[in-house]
């Protein structure tokens, strides 16, 4: 009895203690380039690979998901750009499960955002999209009259003139 006793309250410790160890930490990676210009390749970058749900040019921030992989449910990343010097700035992403565990996948992510944020910043974006030929012009018609209000009520009826 009191070897059950022992193990549940070791289960009990090991299962409050595994949500602590498994909250990500923030990782960080440094570019020689302008605070304006890593944000900027790094918000290009998640536009174009993921959902950008919230953006704040000046705070330089901004939150992305990802979708479903093999490994994990998807993710939600925190991004924030602080300035480092003149021509420094640190790229500062958060990842975090939208459900479940991820395996690594989320440092794996981050990982591939940070070399994607680089290339942009090189002008070598490998990320394939199929371009459509522009649309013409299309001509936009007048807008319609707006009707007159309806009324719930009826209009009162003028009386002919020169009957008393």
């Known amino acids: 009895m009191r070897h059950v006793t022992l193990r549940l309250v070791v289960v009990a410790i090991v299962a ?12 960080k ?7 304006e210009q890593v944000f900027n390749a790094a918000l290009r970058t998640a536009r174009e690979r993921h959902v950008v749900t919230y953006v704040n040019e000046k705070m330089m921030m901004f939150t992305f ?12 990343a925190n ?17 975090q499960n939208k459900k479940g565990l991820s395996w ?7 990982d591939k955002f940070y070399q994607q944020v680089g290339d942009e910043l090189a002008g070598d974006v ?13 001509n936009v018609p007048e807008p319609k009259a707006v009707p007159n209000e309806p009324s719930m009520t009826k209009q009162p009826e003028t009386a002919p003139s020169g009957t008393a």
């Open 16 to 27: 409050l203690l595994v949500p602590v160890v498994a909250q990500a930490k923030p990782k």
């Open 29 to 35: 990676k440094t570019y020689n380039n302008s605070p």
């Open 65 to 76: 998901e990802t979708g479903r992989s093999f490994t994990s449910e998807g993710f939600v």
């Open 79 to 95: 991004a924030s750009v602080e300035a480092e010097g003149e021509n420094k700035a640190t790229l500062i992403i958060n990842v």
């Open 104 to 110: 690594g996948a989320g440092d794996r992510m981050a």
């Open 126 to 138: 490998k990320q394939a999209s199929s371009v459509k030929p522009q649309e013409p012009a299309i």
